[in-house]
């Protein structure tokens, strides 16, 4: 460990946001070192990037790969853990700064709110932990005198646009939403789509659940929700619109009638040095947006009823309580159906509005009354 180096833990090493940190980590290693790895079932990346980033821990979810990993690093200094209860012990280490939850679904939620109490600032990636309890996490944040800076890069557009602002000035956001690669469809057209075109996003390459997401704008819906927790909005001062090229990454409108945007090519390299980097900016060799090169930036209205998610995420964010919990629940089950070609696609959207209604409602959960809920919907709700 060098001193001044701000020291970071990385839960989902080995996904698309993990590993694209880690490039950013090692083009900037005079700023950043890796302290914790962690993957739930890619054992032979996570063992390379251990070998090559050499941090004082891994992770690896699935047990029964423990042995394996152990084998491989036996001749380094690297501790082996395995098992979801392992990620809650190593974001507590008292070398990290910061810890980037790079990991996905609600798996997210019980290290990050440990990494809060042990006072780690959060980069965070995993939406799905503000979706399920945000009510519980922003306090829990305040509390501790973390800070929650957020990667996903609509959230980070708006982040960027706030610096130097205060959010009570804030009239509404708008979060920008590329349609995905169904976008214009009719539910008649949408009745037959597969999980191959599904999984054909137009401008991002990501995992399969936030691909899946943004094809059903669930991932949009996800967004308004976690941008209330962020930035202490009302549903209502949340809009979004689409807007097919993903330049333009989100905006704010003030009291005055001023609109701030963040601009610039899709790289999620951008928001996540940003959040690693805060309060600096550092430099970046990313290729640069050119407006000629785009002539047309075009907007249109998103369709909340024929793309159903985005409307269930409104209702949920209005009803409150465990609402979204239960909402993001049943789509994690669904989405994993549907990549399992178990049901179609917009079986997606039915599962998650049947689960909100049959799940049991709370209006002020706890901390355990969200595992609970959570637990409810994928055991006893969502028959699948
Ligand atoms: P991914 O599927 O590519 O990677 C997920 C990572 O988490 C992997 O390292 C995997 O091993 C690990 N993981 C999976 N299930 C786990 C579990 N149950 N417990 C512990 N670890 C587990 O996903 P991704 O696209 O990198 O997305 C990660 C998070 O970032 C998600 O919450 C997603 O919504 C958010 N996000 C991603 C992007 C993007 O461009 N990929 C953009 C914005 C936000
Ligand atoms: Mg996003």
Redesign the pocket.
Known sequence: MVEGRKQIAI????????T?ALEVIETNSHLFEVQVL?????VDLLIEQALKFKPKAVVI?KESAFNEVKEALSNQKIEVLAG?KA?EEVVQYPEIDIVL?????Y??LLPTVKAIEAGKDIAL????TLVVAGALIMPLAEKHQVKILP???EHSAIFQCLVGESYEEIEKIILTASGGPFRGYTLDQLQKVTKAQALKHPN????????I?SASLM?KG?EVIEAKWLFGLEADQVEVIVHPQSIVHSLVQFRDGSMKAQMGLPD?KLPIQYALAYPNRIDSDFPRFTFVNYPNLTFEQADANTFRNLGLAYEALKKGGNMACMLNAANEMAVDAFLKEKISFLQIAEINEFCMQHGTFIENPSLEEYVESDREVREKICKL
């Open positions: 839960l989902g090493s080995t996904g698309s946001i993990g694209q962690t993957a739930q079932n890619n979810g979801a990620l939850t790079a990991l996905v679904g798996a997210g990636a995993n939406k799905e990667v996903d890069s991002w390459s990501m995992g399969a659940k936030i691909t997401d991932n996800l999620m």
